[in-house]
């Protein structure tokens, strides 16, 4: 389950030009399946009006401490009374130092006093206001108080200039209080992985590759990330962002991702090869454009070597998962190349339609037997997945 799913969010907007960015982040979060009360500060309100968020979260926006609609008349302590997180994005410089030293002089800074939920914080300022050492002392303090700084990102800004300061994008303010509330049931475990394509050079500008589209392995990646797990990602050519908290490692042909893998295999407790590695490449290694003629061309191929087995086949070797996508004989065609690669674990699938959909149905083979997961997006299979995995490690 998406971790944001029933969680009661409290999103706070304080008075930035990122507060356009709010509303993306308001829909993300509905979206994902949490409530949202949105608190505005006055400043707040002069750029993105209340009815926007009213109309985005389907809930009453909230700006003054006292407010009538609340019916205790303490909208102060009501508002954060069993709710999962605050977080107040965009957060300016003025607010964050209000936090730092625990002000409480509107809604949104003293339900940020009276809460027992974690306060996460997305700062949005100009690059000169972010570096100065004020603003840089009660980021310290905020930190050291347990509070979760997100960002901010560095960019062009809204006054022109460039630097580090801008909020985080929606997405991904919205993906790091996911990974914030997920339970951590892999926390301090390392996991490294393959995904995607690899794509075999025949000449400079031409090469064979297959229609992996790296989807599952970077939603497992990031499901591992959720999970606590410090992540490692070698992915062959992809068009996909880096999950947040994965650090990523591109590569191209599969002796490149060998290679890659063999550098960060030690000390990791899992490995998962997802990538459709291509089990041949060009046999010779071309520098120059291959020309045409009217002659029929013979390409010789040889074999890649079979990454997961090799390291599934090491002394020191981690707990191996592997991936079969399958035609036909799914079960057969598996379970045998479990047992042939020596794995604790294949993520099975039936492919009819090709890679690189946004669900899938997948089955687990492992010791004790076949293992199906209902039909999901790519998303919810890779948490299952990771689910699955922390108990086979425990
Ligand atoms: O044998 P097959 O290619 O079907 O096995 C698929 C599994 O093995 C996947 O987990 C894939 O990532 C891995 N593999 C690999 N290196 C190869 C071929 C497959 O790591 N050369």
């Known amino acids: 389950m ?4 029933g969680k009661r969010i409290v999103l706070g907007i304080t008075g930035g030009v990122a507060a356009y960015k709010a509303a993306e982040l308001t829909r993300l979060l509905v979206k994902a399946g949490a409530m949202v009360d949105v608190v505005m500060t006055e400043a707040g309100t002069r750029f993105v009006g209340p009815a926007t968020f009213q109309a985005l979260s389907g809930r009453p926006v909230w700006a003054r401490i006292w407010d009538d609609r609340m019916s205790s008349g303490m909208a102060h302590i009501d508002l954060t009374r069993g709710a999962d997180a605050l977080l107040v994005a965009p957060a300016t410089a003025d607010f964050i130092a209000r936090l730092a030293h625990g002000f409480a002089d509107d809604l949104l800074s ?4 009276a809460r027992d939920c974690p306060l996460l914080v997305a700062p949005a300022m100009n690059r000169q206001m972010w570096e100065n050492p004020a603003t840089v002392r009660n980021i310290a303090r905020l930190r050291a108080d347990g509070v979760a700084i997100l ?5 062009e800004q809204a006054c022109g200039e460039v630097g580090e300061g801008r909020m985080l994008e929606a997405a991904e303010i919205a993906d790091d209080l996911a990974i914030h509330l997920a339970p951590k049931i892999l926390a301090g475990k390392r996991v490294l992985m393959t995904a995607g394509p690899t794509f075999e050079p025949l000449d400079p500008v031409r090469g064979i590759t297959n229609t992996s589209s790296g989807k599952m392995g970077f939603a497992l990646a990031r499901a591992f990330a959720e999970a606590g797990a410090r992540v490692t990602l070698v992915a062959g050519p992809v068009s996909l962002s880096t999950p947040r908290g994965v650090v990523r490692h591109d590569v191209q042909a599969a002796l490149d991702m060998r290679q890659a ?5 030690p000390g990791q407790d899992i490995f998962v090869g997802v990538a459709a590695v291509a089990d041949y490449r060009p046999a010779q290694s071309v520098a120059h454009k291959i020309k045409k003629s009217a002659a029929a061309l013979t390409l010789e191929l040889a ?9 599934a086949a090491r002394p020191d070797a981690p707990l191996c998962v592997g991936f079969a996508a399958e035609s036909r004989n799914l079960a057969e065609y598996a379970e045998a190349k479990r047992v042939a690669k020596n794995l604790a674990l294949v993520v099975g699938n039936l492919v009819q339609d090709g890679l690189g959909g946004d669900t899938n149905a997948v089955t687990l083979f492992d010791a004790t037997g076949a293992h199906p997961l209902p039909p999901a997006d790519k998303a919810e299979v890779a948490r299952a997945i990771v689910a699955y995995l922390a108990g086979l490690l425990a």
């Not at 998406?2 to 799913?5: E, I, R, S």
């Not at 003293?110 to 006093?113: I, N, Q, R, V, Y």
């Open 151 to 155: 960002g901010p990102a560095a960019g």
């Open 303 to 311: 074999p890649n070597p079979d990454i997961l087995a090799e390291v």
């Open 2 to 5: 998406n971790p944001l799913t």
């Open 110 to 113: 003293t339900l940020a006093l």
């Open 261 to 265: 893998v063999m550098e960060h295999l």
